[in-house]
């Protein structure tokens, strides 16, 4: 499948058929997770990945509409950071020195472009912003599933304390952003017959 043709074969799953998804190909999945862009590289996220069947279902209850949640194989929570402070963006640089063999004065300014955009947002834009790069990554995930041929639903529709709760998040450092349910399509879910209802192309895009 090419790209364009992964996106018309998948849609978002109401009820999968309960299969576990082979352990190569979801590791497939979260290496592209792993590698997908985040703006200034921060990558302000981690992902759960919920893979025990009964804890599975103990989460039942954090979503509005459940039937994914019932009969999916694997569940990912993208935790976002809520802060954004100084040492972590020190850790970052420790990190690119390692990986890059190259000095802390060789990035002092693109550093200092960090801790400046760190003081010109509010501790509220931050987290936006944050949120706004676990999304990001959540369409790189579903991508990266669908040239799997492995079936997803994108999750927003959830109680956010109660899975918090049940997913032992640090609630004073992250949230959860957003949960991809995956697994495979169950014969009798309905709306994979369904017509993908998108805007059409001279409404989506416009040239100048
Ligand atoms: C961020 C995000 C959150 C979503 N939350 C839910 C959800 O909680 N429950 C659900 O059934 N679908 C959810 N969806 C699926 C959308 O409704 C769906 O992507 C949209 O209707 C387009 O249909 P398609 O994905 O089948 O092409 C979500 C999608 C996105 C991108």
Redesign the pocket.
Known sequence: MNYLEALNW???V?KFDGTKIPADQLNRILEAGRLSVSSLGLQPYHLLVVENDETIQKLIPAF??PS?ISTCSHLIALVSKTHINKEYVDNYFGHIINERGVTLEQLSSFRNNIHQFLENYTAQELESWSEKQS?IL?GSLIMAAAEEEIDT??????KQDILEDILKIDKANEKVA?VLALGYRAEDDP?QNFK??RKPAEKFIKFI
């Open positions: 998948r849609y978002s109401k509005y509409n994914q999304y959540l639903c994108p999750m927003e529709g959830f957003v709306f993908k209802v």
